[in-house]
């Protein structure tokens, strides 16, 4: 394959049920972690060198 179809088979991405479950845990840890520090999302996206956004999308 190439061209638009080797682009269409990379945006279709299969996440599994563990690998769901194993990435919410990680993104409440942060949250958690960002609470007992008392950081702002700001805060901690810019410790992290993350925009703001991509800090909640984790």
Do not use: F, W, Y
Request: aromatic share 0%.
């Amino acid at each position: 394959m190439s061209g638009i179809a080797d682009i269409l088979i990379l945006d279709q991405m299969v996440s599994l049920p563990k690998t769901e479950q194993i990435l919410a845990t990680l993104g409440e840890n942060i949250k958690l972690a960002r609470l007992r520090r008392r950081l702002s999302t700001m805060q901690a996206s810019e410790r992290a060198g993350i925009s703001r956004s991509t800090l909640n999308a984790v």
